[in-house]
């Protein structure tokens, strides 16, 4: 469903921020090696402005880090939801199941699933709520 789709797409904005996350650590490392070539030449203004922009790499870094950690925390929610809809599909599949098999009759799908009447037709509502098709039941 949406979740899956949702969470692909998460899934997939996280790998490019990681790939993104390597470059600006690949970029940190090449700022340091200038501000050591402009050390090494007496040139401290040069050292300073490449520490700088060293810096600015390193809080980008940290920024993308952060918003893994949230798309992480949104991923889990989206497979704890999937979770919820996939028992729920295999329920109400097994109520479809049992009302076939009783040619419809609830009494007797509920007596067959070891359910109440009352459970049975609430677990129907909340399936049609969920936006799972039912068969008509009598």
Known sequence: G???????????????MRRHIAKLESLQDSWKEKAELALSKDREDLATAALVEKQKAGDMAEKLKAEIAVLDDAIKGYEADITKLQKKLSEARAIMDTLESVGGHRANAARALGISERTLRYRLASFREAGIAMGAAR
């Open 2 to 16: 949406s979740e899956m789709c949702i969470r692909d797409s998460t899934i997939a904005d996280q790998k490019e």
